[in-house]
């Protein structure tokens, strides 16, 4: 065979293999997969002393891997070192892993997801002693492989919190809802004199609400007025206990807490200082608002003879009015005529009968 023959062959057989190769990679190429999500594998905790016990608290990621997947989250495990005061802040992964103790195991489901709070609550063992406790939670999978531990959460307990109030209990006036509860006499851990420098009283409009705090400092009685409450709502109270602390306060657990469902049943006061002018075919009343924040309206009640029972004088107002001057027209010249007022709040409690003013028709 000649070399031009050969480098001829050579030629095309790279040509059919360039056409194969090329047939092979034609046709319609699907849009490439969005990428999938990782999921979030370390937490942010966050927590505080209360009474006894510490608070910690994490947000959940947005979602969770699929059930078998290696970053599908199981549980979660939270874990808690007891150290001296004196140790250095400053510890690693490994170290702590050493050396802290797994105090639970939580068991998660899809509907923990979404960004939603997670926590738990550690009752403290070491609250006589000087120590600081240092937590840390870390996922773990359905196989047992745990994910990093999240940040690190140094408290330094108070030794000697107030116990909790007792017996809180509420009653309602027309001015104020009065809370009375019965104060602590010892310490968490039953060590007197007791530490304690006030109280907080915090309050909620629902049993998922949390609650606000109604004090702007801790108040020193056993006892509180909340003046600013509407009737025909529901109100949940409970109070705590403030102790003094190196540089901060701790507050105690709450005490019980209590539902009150304000009602008006009371009454507002008669209209007072009623004044009474003649005009020509007028016979105007004039008198001031009455001081309850929740008056409706008033009546108005007129008689030509004072010493009719006045259940049985004249109703000139067809329903209450909510101004504080009335005109009666409906009279007759030289006839003297007799009124009195009742006002009515929105609950529909009605005053007494204010007193009588009379006047003579010009």
């Known amino acids: 065979m000649s070399l031009s023959l050969f480098l001829q062959g050579r030629v095309a057989t ?6 194969v190769a090329g047939g092979v990679s034609c046709g319609k190429r699907k849009p490439p997969l969005p990428p999938i999500p990782k999921v979030e594998q370390r937490a942010q905790i966050s927590g505080f002393q209360r009474g006894e016990k ?39 992964e490994q170290q702590f892993s050493a050396r802290s103790v797994l105090v639970a195991s939580i068991k998660v489901k899809d509907a923990d997801f979404g960004d939603r709070p997670m926590s738990f609550t550690d009752t403290l063992q070491f609250a006589g002693q000087s120590s600081r406790m240092r937590y840390a939670i870390r996922f773990v999978n359905s196989s047992g492989q ?38 602590p006499t010892a310490n968490t851990d039953g060590t007197t004199p007791i530490n304690l420098i006030g109280f907080n009283i915090y309050r909620s409009g629902s049993k998922t609400q949390a609650g606000k705090l109604l004090t702007l400092s801790p108040v020193k009685e056993s006892e509180f007025e909340d003046k600013n409450f509407e009737f025909g709502k529901p109100y949940y109270y409970f109070v705590r206990a403030v102790s003094a602390g190196a540089g901060k306060s701790t507050e105690s657990s709450e005490s019980n807490i209590i539902e009150l469902n304000p009602i008006d049943t009371f009454a507002p006061g008669p209209p007072s200082s009623i004044t009474i002018a003649a005009a020509p075919g007028t016979i105007s009343l004039f008198f001031p608002p009455n001081p309850e924040p929740d008056i409706a309206g008033y009546k108005i009640f007129r008689s030509e003879d004072p010493l009719v029972e ?32 009742k006002a009515i709040d929105r609950f529909g409690n009605e005053s007494d009968a204010s007193e009588v003013v009379s006047e003579k028709a010009l």
């Open 146 to 183: 745990k994910a990093a531990f999240s940040n690190f959460l140094l408290i330094e307990p108070e030794p000697r919190v107030a116990a909790a109030p007792q017996d809180l209990e509420g009653n309602v006036s027309q001015e104020s809802i009065t809370l009375k509860w019965t104060a």
């Open 310 to 341: 006045k259940s049985e004088w004249k109703l000139l107002t067809a329903s209450p009015i909510d101004r504080n001057t009335f005109q009666d027209t409906d009279i007759d010249k030289g006839k003297s005529y007799f009124y009195y007022l």
């Open 14 to 19: 790279g040509l059919l293999i360039l056409l």
């Open 54 to 92: 510490v608070l910690i608290s994490w947000r959940m990621p947005e979602r969770n891997a699929p059930a078998g997947d290696v970053q599908h989250i199981s549980r979660i495990d939270v874990y808690r070192l007891a150290e001296k005061l004196s140790s250095p802040q400053g510890l690693t």
